[in-house]
Structures are given as structure tokens and as C-alpha cells.
């Protein structure tokens, strides 16, 4: 479905003034059901490869299911309430379920490329071969056991009669989107779409503003060994990814990649985010290893040398956050 551009107020935010000129004005309750109806047909085309097409197809099936998600909070005003509260918890578990297989992969590749640079560099100079093998079996022991009981959740998942509710509700979606009635009562309507999103905005920045970012002016300052502080940052990474979505209603002229014409610092504060989140996620890991009982005293030691190393990546991704970050603030200071 060809989305309609809409003209917005002046005083939106610097991420929403650019948003496509047209003669023809439409109302909020437009631009929102042409970009779930959208959505809802990716969601469909995805459907029909997603039980033989793994986590590929899985993530093919993931991407609308977030974004369907994420308008359904962020414009929940303009929308039937319960019907999207009900949705949305339903496409949060769908895409949380398929998620797993695909999360523990990357995690065992990115542990295992770790050991695989530990070693080869003598960073530590005690860290033994056998250890540093011994530790690598064992995670790979862990995490594929786990990958495979994700695999078998996700195929139960996509073969239970709630998946297929939930798809049934998508494909009503594709044609129909329960709007609230406020939502299409005259062209003005539209002008409380980027309202929505300056709330997204201002709930970022608000989270923001909790992180320690003045501690993560350095790349290494020992604010990121410990996983206890990591809530907060992810946080902020699922805030900016709501944000970015919420422009995808907005814009109809969507760069090369498919990407709304933000400033691409937004974009590279949440790719320093999703660094983070898999750095603390594969530390977390090695630490779980680690307490395996009757493990090798050399195997313990790797799989400690492995976690302290996956913790300062989790203090880069948090300097490289705050870098890209204050940049964007210098350039929309007023």
C-alpha cells in the first residue's frame, strides 16, 4: 500500500521536520492504517516461509511483528486501546519466543571468536590452551543445548493455536485497523502524530539522562564490570529503537536501506546499544559457565578471563554511546 505524505507543524522536533511535503493532507487515522496495513502484509509474506525457513525466516517474521508493536504503543491514542494492548502482548511474546535461537547463536560465535583472540594474542599470558578449549566446549555444550530447546520452543510456538490467533489478528490488520474515532475526525488529526513522537522523544531523553554517561566519557573506567548497572542502558537501547520506528509512520521518503531520513547519530547510538546489550548478555554467559560445578581450576580461569574481557566491551559500547550521543546534543542544542 502506497503511504500518503503529510504535512506537519513547525514546532515538531529537529527528527520530525523533515518529513515529506504533499498537497493532499491526510489524517492521522491514514498515515497510521497505511503503515499497519503495510506492516501486517510483511508480517503475511514472512508467514508462509517461516516454519521451514529457520532464523532467517524467523527474522523475516520478527521485523514487522516489532514494528506492528511498536506503533501500537507509541500510537495507542489513536487506536482501539484494549485491541492494541491485547495485540501488543501478543506480538511481544511472538517475537521474544522466536528471538531466542538466533540470540544464543551469536552469543556462542561471539564467546568462542573471544576465546579464539584471548589465546592468539597472548593477552594473557596464563591463560592456557587447554583451558581456553576446555572453556569452549563447555559453552558450546551450554549454548547450543539451549539453542536447540529455543528452536523446539519457537516450533511450538508457530504450531499453537495462540500463534495462530495471533496471525489471524494480523491479517484482520492487513485490511482493517481499529482506530479510535478521534483519528479520523479531520485532516488536523495528523498534526497528533508527531505529538506521539516527541513524547517518544522526551522519554528517551529522560532515560538518558539517568545513565552515567560523565563516568563513560572514557572508554575503560571500571563503571561497566559489573552487570547490576546494566538495566538502565537497555532501557535507553529499547526506547531509541521505539522512537525509530514511530518516525517510520511519519516519513514517507525512506532512504536506500529503507531507513526514515533521521540523523543517523540516532542511529549509531543504538547500534553502540546493541554492542552493549550482546557484550553484557555473552559476559553473563561466561559467568553462568563458570559456576558449572567440578569444572578444571583452568577452565574457571578462562571462562573468567572471558568475562572480564566481554565487560570491557560492554564499557566500549558504553563510551561509543556516549559519544555518538553528546555529539547529537551539540547539534540540536538550541
Not at 527528527?15 to 504533499?22: F, G, K, Q, R
Request: hydrophobic share 45%.
Amino acid at each position: 500500500m502506497q503511504r500518503p505524505s503529510a504535512d506537519t507543524s513547525s514546532n515538531t522536533s529537529s527528527n520530525t521536520s523533515s518529513t515529506a511535503d504533499s498537497s493532499d493532507t491526510a489524517t492521522a487515522g491514514t498515515l497510521l492504517t497505511c503503515y499497519l496495513c503495510d506492516q501486517a502484509a510483511d508480517f503475511l509474506r514472512a508467514l508462509r516461509t517461516t516454519p521451514e525457513g529457520g532464523e532467517e525466516a524467523a527474522l523475516d517474521l520478527r521485523r514487522p511483528a516489532r514494528r506492528i508493536s511498536a506503533a501500537l504503543h507509541t500510537f495507542r491514542p489513536f487506536l482501539d486501546a484494549a485491541w492494541a494492548d491485547r495485540l501488543r502482548t501478543e506480538l511481544a511474546w511472538l517475537s521474544g519466543t522466536l528471538a531466542r535461537e538466533h540470540a544464543y547463536t551469536a552469543r556462542l560465535a561471539r564467546l568462542l571468536e573471544a576465546l579464539g583472540r584471548l589465546s592468539d594474542t597472548k593477552a594473557e599470558p596464563a591463560l592456557s590452551s587447554i583451558g581456553a578449549a576446555r572453556a569452549g566446549a563447555l559453552l558450546e555444550r551450554q549454548l547450543t543445548l539451549a539453542r536447540t530447546r529455543a528452536h523446539s520452543a519457537a516450533l511450538q510456538a508457530l504450531g499453537s493455536s495462540r500463534f495462530h490467533a495471533v496471525a489471524d489478528s494480523v491479517a484482520l490488520l492487513a485490511s482493517e485497523v481499529p482506530l479510535d474515532p478521534s483519528a479520523h475526525a479531520d485532516a488536523d488529526a495528523v498534526d497528533g502524530l508527531p505529538s506521539a513522537v516527541e513524547s517518544s522523544a522526551h522519554r528517551l531523553t529522560e532515560a538518558v539522562a539517568v545513565l552515567p554517561l560523565g563516568r563513560a566519557s572514557l572508554p575503560y573506567n571500571a563503571e561497566g564490570l559489573s552487570d547490576a548497572q546494566d538495566a538502565p542502558w537497555h532501557t535507553v537501547r529499547l526506547l531509541l529503537r521505539l522512537n525509530r520506528y514511530a518516525h517510520e509512520v511519519l516519513y514517507a521518503d525512506l532512504d536506500a536501506e529503507g531507513r526514515p531520513g533521521l540523523d543517523p547519530r540516532v542511529f549509531g547510538a543504538g547500534q553502540a546499544l546493541d554492542r552493549h546489550r550482546a557484550a553484557s548478555e555473552a559476559a553473563s554467559a561466561a559467568a553462568s559457565a563458570a559456576r558449572t560445578p567440578r569444572i578444571a581450576p583452568a577452565t574457571a580461569y578462562a571462562l573468567g578471563v572471558l568475562h572480564a574481557d566481554q565487560r570491557h566491551e560492554v564499557e566500549a559500547a558504553r563510551y561509543a554511546f556516549q559519544q555518538v550521543w553528546q555529539q547529537r546534543a551539540a547539534v540540536t542544542a538550541p
